[in-house]
Nanobody, 121 residues
């Protein structure tokens, strides 16, 4: 079993900051890419930011310069620092990890349960 558990969501005023964290646990041999996605009401789930094991990052244009993704390979965690939040950032944020459960097993994607982020005055 593999679990991804997110934390850090909540209600924040426009211009404020939040930090999301995600920890992967269970039978894990190695984790490749980790990332954050979000889904707003009535919209499809969309990429926010991803980070490779080596630390290369990619961001959605809408969050560049405001959000920062980071990870700790030793702890199997990924974080998302969100600054200068806007109402349009309101969504459920999901953690994702591509990982192998064994040395000979293929890469599989796993999702967290999601954490709500609401940006409102």
């Amino acid at each position: 079993q593999v679990q991804l558990v997110e934390s850090g969501g909540g209600l924040v005023q426009p211009g404020g900051s939040l930090r999301l964290s995600c920890a992967a646990s269970g039978i894990i041999f190695s984790i490749n890419t980790m990332g954050w996605y979000r889904q707003a009401p009535g919209k499809q789930r969309a990429l926010v930011a991803i980070i490779t094991r080596g630390g290369n990052t990619n961001y959605a244009d809408s969050v560049k310069g405001r959000f920062t993704i980071s990870r700790d390979n030793a702890k199997n965690t990924v974080n998302l620092q969100m600054d200068s939040l806007k109402p349009e950032d309101t969504a459920v944020y999901y953690c994702n990890a591509e990982l192998r459960r064994g040395v000979l097993e293929r890469l599989q994607g796993y999702w967290g349960q999601g954490t709500q982020v609401t940006v409102s005055s």
